[in-house]
């Protein structure tokens, strides 16, 4: 994994370039790591088959989510109206596979041409328009929650029973001479979903040129600009993947959830953000990767399960999460510290 | 030929008629009225445009100090729930009486001081950005909030809260008294004294700010105590409309206070901005909101209408900045 | 602006005409979506699972000796109603020996979370598990996990779209909305203007209190708006504000969900100088407050009540399962009627206005819990 | 040099109340190398904007080869084989030096990747037309001002430009490094590409360019054959004005020591440095371009931390950990990136100027007098000969030499002891360079001390009265201003750099 936060710049092998590949990690990936370990051992049941693929499971919606809000946040922007389309894709599936079980793979497409759509106005505001993303997208979450609303005023509708299959099932048990017991337990769906969008939008990001304009645009986009990018169709790129990655999400929930719900998708937007930010993807663009971004998802989900585990007040677990999200870039930026006017 | 060049004089006739930012918003602020009484004449009921106001004071308050805190470059996305928390320490300590005011009212400024410092704190020692800080405050406030009551609001607000959030002096109700007042003061700090003046340098140019001896980092810090003071007050005062303590009041008021005064004409880059623009925001929105519920549409489509106009309220704000 | 009117315009049209064309489909299966319930009753609207089944938890092999750990699944703690809720169960459950530990996990209205929850709490291994559904499709499938995990489960607050649990205690919120409605009918006389005041676009039971008032309005009621205003005081009132203005002298009632939101339409009301309107409520104190002082006045209302103890009920069926007892697979819990002979024996002149009247918890807990001036001791400490 | 390759046919361009290019006419032909001259804000920039794509004209026509051109964008100017490296450098500091190079035209392999391998080779390739050996693989974000620059002029030669405008390519090199950029631009020329050079510096027209055209206030003045005029008649025809005085007369310093430097290090960067500031006097800091100059001039405004050593004022030690405490000692500091350290943009030039000694006049009062503001600014805009339309007008719409002059001016509000320079005339127009000099000389002769950093030989021999000479840094030689020459100086500053003066950018 961590050989493709270093693709961008090759450095050949020095202490040099592992101490600087260590200031590059985010905050998430220690973050991760410190509470797996503090999981694992203040509960025997956190590290169980069944409960690791509970928490893959439930951190699919968020974690493809985040993969768009990467992008926009690596240009510099941000999306504000991913909850809002999540909902609409939850509440259009359910409703349109409701009425016309047969056609599922045709109402997959047609919400993906949604997201197309909607990524496309997102894109042209911000990118042709050249409207601060932050607004531009408040405003147009705004009119989507309105649209979904619109659509099925509660939960209602459902996903046919294969489509539910599509979050529920798993691959396996595989057998397996090293692991305890001779089998690997089963690998979910989910997993896989996940590792393939990861592949794949690291790729995007780091080998295709594409990615590089990505970053290019991110880190200055006077100069992408000068330098022969088209910078608003780079920008209506990103906006409309993000919308793409939400209807993804949004697909994977309404397997979960089967049915369609128009408030379903409202806490993904700041939690794709915050994932994004502990995962170390900068707000101001240019910096940032993937896989950050998916340790901070899974930070999040492990962080949840702990607190449930330990029977941890809801109250405090308020509490608990403003800390960490403040404490991880504190200590992100402390390792990193250098002293410049 | 022709054709371009009297398109290029009508671009040029255009430019030379470019307002500063905050004049648009409140000839948005004109034309909705104007639209609202060609819908209906009710709309102009003094009675009724006086509540909206009201409506909007609370708004325009927390707008002053997202303002402030907009123009270093900055966001405070804590606004909401310091209205919350100050709402339920304040119900609960008051219980109904007057005998406590006097403290309550110092711990209450005290709550949005302190978060304010925090935040401030936090963004320029440990350099966490804004957006993070400000979240993450929202999230420990709210478990403050939670805490302190044990989920269950106690107490209830005194008369005299209550005369601030829904009293009148004379015609005026006393909301909008202070809204008004403390705009004028913002506005005063803003334009006439040092610290507006390296709020606005800071802002534009940090680096060169500090190498003009600017102290950056207190200047950005006092912005952050501004806003939360104001959430302080608007959360007092929104205490005395609600009358009793609940843990909802400040929902949704963030992003509203960082809409109005954007469409008031603050840049979210910063450097730039105005109080007089942000409070015809907060106006601007109060009556949008307003209207809509007014005539009648139903909730699904005043949200795409809402979406709608703030997305043009923002494109006419660039399309202005790009023309100066 | 450097846009080409292209081929991209054309595209963006395109699509844009192919959305519009999708949505007016999409609404269509919306109509059709309704149709699944059928009307058991005049007044309610019960799912049509709905049996006399009854569960044999020895049978079913899920009972077993204690103490035992109980987990909740919350769906939220958005208001002082879902706090007081789990408030009376952990009061409850404190007080029985057999209950080792109660694991409460809140879901911060968010489905997806509660589905975690729901993964987390079984993957704990808690002994019974007791779920209040953010949305009755959505958690069905992992409250059948649960049950298939051996687990005793028990749903309330709100129904759940399957058969797999052994026991569901449930309140009509049709039935809550159709009884407010059918009061104002007779109020206003079967004829009149009304307003409608919601609780949260999207959530069923504001979706389903506002189709039972419908219903129970008939034909003859015009309704001039509806307007979502979240149960809350601020927003209720400032939504009927509006309406004040926008139709003077026309309405001649308004249907409010309950919440806080009445008494702010009535406060409306009373800040334009007018005699309030017949308004609906709910066990609300602060509304109660106003109704019971105002009564001499003329004012009247009815409070349907949603109670705060189902918790308490569905914990109960939880340890009688346990136990190996037999118990009824579904409950419909009445809403009790608070009305203007009634309203003094709930109301608490001495609580702050969040208190909800229908409760099980001792008037002591209740001082307790909300710190109330009622017992000599918490005067006493409130001037200290 | 034949027939005219580009044309630019009655350009027009006009932003709100200022007509930046008036109705210009240029052609340059294949392999010919124009310079185009003009003080700042003549519309030099505006035009080749509008001829890169960047901006677009109100009126006009662009000819390419013959047939009319006509584009909205950098992307189909670089289509057309225009391209511009620009003044403010266009790089993406999160990206490498190949990624920067090679941006807008990567090559690629299947399936829209990168080719990584052809991206390097072709960035090395480049770099080596420039005699430069550069690790491409290096963040742009960590090189030095000189090499970034490099990595611009790299990114236009990748790009097989067929008219390649440059704005001041050679502003931040050493004199080494422009040697080898002007080859490389002749080597251009005989690969028949038109060439657009933009320069302040006189000796380099004469050096490589063919021809000249000369901008001044928006319009075109003239176009001649470069050996047919004289550096005096260029800068004449400029300003529109003989430019006698070009440096003003020295004056007569005291010897009392204002400000003193004791045994100041920095590791890896300054060693044992120490220096003396008197009353009056210019103290010129030269040296090769990264020797550590500008690190010193922070350092002694509290701009920048260092290691060890004292500072002196009037003799009393004093601490210089931030610019308030330098401020409060009287020490003013006027950067050589007066865009990023030296003004707030989009502030007005009344904030602007106002700024710095904003707490000295209100004097612990809440309100700001605004009539002895006002005042005061207007003061100074008639004593500096600010060009503004009003002073409430933002300083990102004024020209490079008004800017600076605005650096300047809103320290004297201060009225500093001490004043550092940077760097003061980098990038500015010969009229507005002449003036700022006029206002330093002033300055001193009432007593102030200046410390100039500066790069520009003949600024360093015109203007200071004493020099100091920095290499690798250390202060290697001190000279009296009035007597030293060129030559003397280069000596002094080449001598440490013995390591690697062919490629000194590598460091």
């Known amino acids: ?341 | 030929m022709t054709a371009k060049s009297v398109q290029s004089s009508a671009r040029r006739a255009l430019l030379q008629l470019s307002l500063p930012p905050a004049a648009i918003i409140w000839i948005a602020v004109g034309l909705l009225l104007l639209l609202a009484r060609s819908v209906s004449a009710s709309f102009w009921e003094l009675s009724h445009l006086l509540n909206v106001a009201r409506q909007a004071s609370a708004l325009g308050i927390l707008a002053i100090g997202q303002t402030y805190v907009l123009i270093t470059g900055g966001i405070d996305l804590s606004n909401a729930m310091v209205v919350t928390l100050v709402n339920v320490v304040a119900a609960t300590l008051l219980r109904g009486s007057d005998e406590t005011l006097g403290g309550t009212l110092l711990i209450c400024l005290g709550i949005g001081l302190l978060t304010g410092l925090a935040n401030g704190l936090l963004i320029t020692r440990l350099k966490v950005p804004p957006l993070v800080v400000t979240l993450g405050m929202f999230s420990i406030l709210r478990g403050a909030a939670y805490v302190y009551t044990d989920g269950a609001p106690r107490g209830d607000i005194s008369p005299a809260l209550e005369f601030v959030g829904t009293g009148f002096v004379g015609p005026i109700p006393t909301a909008v008294i202070f809204w008004v007042v403390l705009t004028a003061l913002a506005a005063v700090a803003l334009q006439k004294t040092v610290f507006g003046r390296q709020l606005y340098a800071v802002g534009g140019n940090e680096k060169a700010s500090r190498l003009s001896g600017v102290p950056a980092d207190r200047v950005i810090v006092l912005a952050y105590v501004v806003s939360g003071l104001m959430a302080a007050i608007a959360g007092l005062i929104l205490s005395g409309y609600a009358g009793t303590g609940t843990l909802t009041l400040g929902d949704g008021r963030n992003l509203d206070s960082i809409a109005a005064a954007v469409v008031g004409g603050t840049s979210l880059s910063g450097g730039s901005g105005s109080v007089i623009g942000s409070a015809g925001g907060a106006l601007f929105l109060a009556l949008l909101f307003s209207f809509l519920r007014f005539i009648g549409l139903p909730y699904t489509i005043q949200l795409m209408v809402q979406g709608l106009i703030l997305a043009v309220a923002v494109y006419l704000h660039v399309r202005s900045q790009r023309a100066s | ?384 | 040099m034949s027939e005219p390759f580009l044309e630019m046919r009655n350009i027009v361009k006009t932003y709100p109340g200022v007509r930046a290019v008036d109705n210009v006419t240029l052609s340059v032909g294949r392999g010919e190398i124009r310079a185009l001259v003009g003080e700042n804000g003549a519309g030099k920039s505006t035009l080749i904007k509008i001829l890169a794509g960047a901006e677009q004209a109100d009126a006009g026509e662009i000819w390419l080869g013959g047939q009319r051109v006509r584009y909205d964008s950098p992307v189909e100017a670089l289509r057309l084989g225009i391209g511009a490296i620009y003044q403010e450098f266009n790089l993406v500091p999160q990206l490498n030096v190949a990624q920067n190079i090679m941006l807008g035209q990567v090559p690629k392999k299947w399936g829209g990747q990168v080719d990584t391998e052809a991206m390097h080779r072709r960035a090395r390739e480049m770099l080596a037309r420039l005699n430069v050996s550069l690790d491409t693989r290096r963040l742009v974000a960590d090189l030095d001002v000189a090499q970034q620059q490099v990595v611009e002029i790299a990114k236009g030669l990748a790009r097989d430009l067929r008219v390649f405008i440059m704005d001041e390519p050679t502003a931040a090199l050493s004199a080494v490094e422009t040697e080898h950029l002007l080859d490389v631009v002749r080597a251009l020329k005989q690969q028949g590409v038109a060439i657009i050079y933009i320069t302040h510096r006189m000796r380099e027209i004469f050096q490589i360019a063919d021809s000249v055209t000369i901008l001044k206030d928006g319009r075109h003045v003239e176009t001649s054959p470069a050996r047919s005029l004289t550096s005096d008649a260029i800068v004449a025809k400029m300003i529109g004005r003989d430019l006698t005085d070009y440096y003003p007369p020295r004056g007569t310093p005291a010897s009392e020591v204002l400000f003193s430097v004791r045994d100041l290090n920095v590791a890896g960067k300054l060693f044992d440095i120490n220096l003396d500031v008197r009353r009056g006097e210019i103290l010129g800091i030269a040296g090769l371009e990264g020797q550590g100059q500008r690190e010193l001039a922070r350092i002694m405004f509290g701009a920048l931390p260092y290691d060890r050593g004292t500072f002196l004022r009037n003799g009393q030690p004093i601490r210089l950990s931030s610019p308030s405490d330098a401020i409060r000692a009287g020490i003013a500091y006027v950067s050589d990136d007066r865009k990023r350290d030296g003004l707030v943009l989009i502030r007005s030039a009344n904030e602007n100027i106002a700024l710095p000694s904003l707490s000295r006049r209100t004097n612990g009062k809440i309100l700001i007098d605004e009539k002895t503001e006002r005042s005061f600014v207007h003061h100074l805009i008639d004593r500096l000969a600010i060009k503004v339309t009003h002073r409430s007008q933002k300083v990102n719409n004024l020209s490079g030499g008004n800017q600076q002059k605005i650096v300047v001016g809103k320290w004297l509000g201060m009225e500093p002891q001490i004043l550092i320079v940077s760097e003061p005339t980098r990038g500015i127009d010969v009229g507005s360079k002449s003036e700022i000099h006029h206002i330093l000389r002033d300055l001193a002769n009432q007593g102030v001390g200046i410390v100039m950093v500066s790069s520009e030989l003949p600024e360093i021999l015109g203007m200071s009265d004493r020099i100091l000479v920095m290499a690798e840094g250390r202060i290697v030689a001190e000279m009296d201003g009035a007597t030293a020459t060129e030559e003397q100086l280069m000596a002094a500053a080449a001598i440490h750099s013995v390591s690697d003066t062919s490629v000194p950018v590598t460091s």
Not at chain 1, 126 to 139: D, E, K, Q
């Open chain 1, 1 to 341: 994994m961590s050989s493709s936060v270093t693709t961008l710049t090759q450095q050949p092998f020095s202490v040099r370039s592992v101490t600087r590949l260590l200031g590059r990690i985010g905050p998430a990936y220690y973050a991760l790591l410190i509470l797996l370990i503090v999981a694992a051992a203040s509960q025997e049941r956190f590290l169980t088959g069944p409960n690791l693929t509970n928490l893959i499971r439930n951190s699919t919606v968020l974690g493809i989510v985040t993969i768009g809000q990467i992008a926009t946040m690596l240009v510099a922007g941000i999306d504000l109206s991913v909850g809002s389309v999540i909902s609409l894709t939850t509440v259009i599936a359910a409703l349109q596979m409701e009425s016309h079980p047969e056609a599922t793979p045709g109402i997959v497409l047609l919400c993906l041409l949604i997201g197309l759509l909607i990524g496309a106005v997102n894109g042209f505001g911000v990118g042709y328009l050249r409207l601060n993303p932050l607004i531009f997208t408040l405003a147009s979450g705004t009119a989507i929650q309105g649209l979904t609303l619109h659509l099925l005023y509660s939960p209602g509708g459902s996903v046919t029973r294969e489509f539910r299959e599509l979050s529920r099932g798993a691959i396996g048990p595989f057998d397996c001479s090293f692991c305890p017991g001779g089998t690997l337990g089963p690998i979910p769906y989910a997993a896989i979903y996940l590792l393939v969008l990861y592949v794949v939008g690291t790729w995007v990001l780091k080998r295709t040129v594409f990615g590089l304009a990505v970053y290019a645009v991110g880190g200055n986009e006077a100069s992408a600009r000068l330098s022969g990018l088209r910078t608003e169709r780079i920008k209506l790129a990103v906006y409309i993947l993000s919308s793409i990655f939400a209807v993804l999400g949004g697909l994977f929930l309404a397997s979960r959830i089967g049915s369609g719900d128009p408030l379903v998708g409202d806490p993904y937007t700041l939690d794709s953000i915050t994932a994004g930010v502990l995962g170390g993807t900068s707000l101001f663009g240019g910096v940032g990767d993937l896989w950050g971004g998916l340790a901070a998802v899974l930070t999040l989900g492990v962080l949840s399960t702990m607190l449930n585990f330990n029977n941890v007040s809801p109250f405090y677990q308020f509490i608990i999460k403003g800390v960490i999200l403040i404490g991880a870039l504190a200590i992100g930026y402390l390792r990193t510290r250098r002293k410049t006017v």
């Open chain 3, 1 to 384: 602006m450097s846009f080409k009117p292209s081929a991209f315009r054309v595209l963006l049209t395109a699509l844009f005409i192919s959305l519009l064309a999708l949505s007016v489909a999409a609404q269509d299966a919306e109509e059709e979506a309704t149709e699944e319930y059928s009307y058991l009753n005049p007044m309610g609207r019960v799912p049509e699972l709905w049996t006399d089944e009854q569960t044999d938890c020895a049978a079913a092999g899920v009972a077993r000796e204690g103490p035992w750990t109980i987990g909740v699944s919350n769906f939220s703690l958005g208001n002082s109603w879902r706090v007081q809720m789990i408030a009376e169960l952990e009061a409850a459950a404190a007080g029985n020996p057999d209950i080792e530990e109660l694991i409460i996990t809140n879901a911060d209205g968010n489905v997806a979370k509660q589905i975690s929850d729901i993964d987390d709490l079984i993957a704990r291994g808690v002994d019974a598990i007791l779920i209040t559904p953010g949305s009755p499709e959505g958690i069905a499938p992992s409250v059948e996990d649960a049950y298939n995990a051996g687990i005793v489960t028990i749903v309330f607050n709100d129904f759940v779209d399957t058969d797999q649990f052994h026991s569901i205690l449930w309140a009509d919120q049709f039935k809550f909305g159709y009884i407010g409605g059918a009061w104002l009918r007779e109020q206003l006389g079967g004829q009149g203007n009304i307003v409608i005041l919601e609780g949260i676009a999207g959530m069923g039971v504001s979706d389903l209190r506002s189709e039972g008032a419908i219903a129970g309005l008939g034909e003859g009621i015009n309704i001039l708006a509806r307007q979502p205003a979240g149960w809350d005081y601020a927003q209720g009132k400032a939504a009927m504000e509006d309406f004040i203005a926008a139709y003077p002298g026309q309405i001649d009632g308004v249907y409010s969900q309950g919440g806080a939101m009445s008494q702010g339409a009535i406060d409306a009301f009373l800040a334009a100088g007018l005699d309030p309107v017949p308004v609906p409520g709910e066990g609300y104190n602060g509304f109660l407050k106003y109704w019971a002082a105002n009564l001499e006045n003329g004012f009247s209302s009815i409070g349907p009540d949603e109670p705060t103890w189902q918790s308490v009920a569905a914990l109960e069926v939880a340890i009688d399962c346990l136990n190996g007892e037999t118990v009824a697979k579904w409950t419909e819990l009445e809403h009790p009627l608070i009305t203007d002979e009634n309203v003094h024996e709930y109301v608490r002149f001495d609580c702050p206005d969040g208190v909800w009247s229908n409760t099980l918890m001792s008037p002591e807990a209740i001082t307790e819990m909300y710190d109330c001036e009622g017992t000599g001791e918490a005067t006493e400490e409130a001037s200290s």
